[in-house]
């Protein structure tokens, strides 16, 4: 593998979870206060959300590892979960054993919660990914929180989950519940390169790379681009793209290798693939180079050079700039008079036009053709 090309101990961007990698960005900051200070204090119930990838379980599992021995954790990462499943699970994971029924369940978890909170120690339950829980497990969440004493609730629950979460908590039946959540907080992508540069330098010094600079700053600010700031996104391209800079003996990670990537994961930014759309919707593509000179010539009245000014296709004919002075029309191929006709002049050329035998009235049987085979009705062109 490319740990050893790159001077490195272990993978520095792997997808899994792991809490040694954890990166605190603001909002990471701001949520482990929120989570903090509700288990502290016994608040109940706490929303977390935050877009895929973004590092929720991570900074789940960091905070679980790092919880005092008091405290029990019953974590549960699957929603996918029936009622009866999901307090068969609850039990598993409290060690509750000697139930039968709903009922007994609540009545021995009851007793573990009190006997806890008599001592001045800590219950949590965390659901990860609780977005997918479905309304009946979340209005059975709702009725565990009702185990609580006249000054604080004996369980703690954090909700995590994608941002549907909190458009389920609207849903009018789980009203009651969203009304219970007395802590709501988010995680956010990575705001700008410079982070997405300390965050990328962390995870390689965390590996145990020798130098900060295996990635070149073109390189980080595509990552970026192509990530959106997603912090699993940045470790995808990361890993593919050292994978990829190993194969090439390559020591620093060029912009080129990891727009490589980018293409082979459809990974492009949107701005890139739109430009890109809007080069080939082009309608003046149908012409060749040559075609679209003539095009334009001709739409200028130019017919003396059919390749248009200097044979080359001015790149005013894709602006929507305002045009210059359009040319004064012509008739007939003669320009119109600078002065307007009078009335005498119209009755005179009326009268002229009416008198027999003249040039301007010729015999009605009076034909031909031009010289491109058009018939002119008798009258001299």
Avoid at 57 to 81: G, K, S
Avoid at 121 to 150: K, M, Q, W, Y
Avoid at 151 to 179: C, F, H, M
């Amino acid at each position: 593998m490319y740990t050893e090309f790159y001077g490195l101990k272990e993978l520095p961007f792997a997808l899994t979870p792991d809490p040694r990698y954890i990166y605190f960005t603001p909002s990471h900051t701001e949520v482990m206060a929120n989570l903090h200070y509700g288990i502290e204090s016994g608040r109940g119930l706490i929303v977390v959300t935050g877009e895929v990838g973004t590092g929720k379980t991570t900074m789940l599992r960091w905070v679980m590892q790092r919880l005092d021995r008091t405290v029990l954790v019953a974590y549960i990462f699957n929603p996918r979960l029936s009622v009866p499943e999901f307090y068969q699970h609850l039990a598993a994971l409290f060690d509750i054993r000697n139930w039968e029924t709903k009922s007994d369940l609540l009545i021995e978890l009851g007793k573990v919660l009190d006997s806890r909170d008599s001592r001045g120690l800590r219950t949590v339950l965390i659901v990860d990914e609780a977005h997918g829980l479905s309304p009946a497990v979340l209005e059975e969440v709702r009725l565990l929180c009702n185990f609580e004493s006249d000054t604080a609730k004996k369980l703690q629950i954090v909700l995590t989950g994608q941002p549907e979460l909190r458009e389920v908590l609207n849903y009018s039946d789980l009203r009651q519940l969203k009304q219970r959540v007395s802590l709501r907080c988010e995680i956010t992508a990575l705001p700008n390169v410079e982070e997405t540069a300390q965050y990328i330098n962390s995870r390689l010094k965390i590996a145990g790379a020798a130098r900060a600079n295996i990635f070149s700053p073109g390189a980080i600010d595509y990552i970026f681009r192509c990530s959106e700031g997603i912090p699993r996104n940045v470790n995808n391209l990361c890993d593919n793209a050292l994978l990829n800079g190993f194969a090439a003996s390559e020591l620093v990670i060029s912009r080129a290798i990891v727009e490589e990537v980018a293409a082979t994961f459809d990974m492009v930014p949107r701005t890139d693939r739109l430009k890109n759309s809007e080069e080939r919707e082009g309608p003046a593509r149908i012409f060749k180079a040559a075609g679209r000179a003539e095009l334009w010539a001709a739409g200028n009245g130019d017919s003396s050079n059919g390749n248009g000014r200097n044979g080359e296709f001015p790149a005013e004919a894709y602006s929507f700039s305002a045009r210059v002075a359009e040319p004064e029309i012509i008739f007939n191929e003669h320009a119109r008079q600078e002065s307007p006709t009078t009335i005498e002049e119209l009755g005179s050329a009326f009268n002229a036009y009416h008198q027999p035998g003249t040039s301007l009235n010729p015999p009605a049987n009076a034909g031909g053709t031009d010289s491109l085979g058009r018939g002119n009705n008798g009258q001299n062109l």
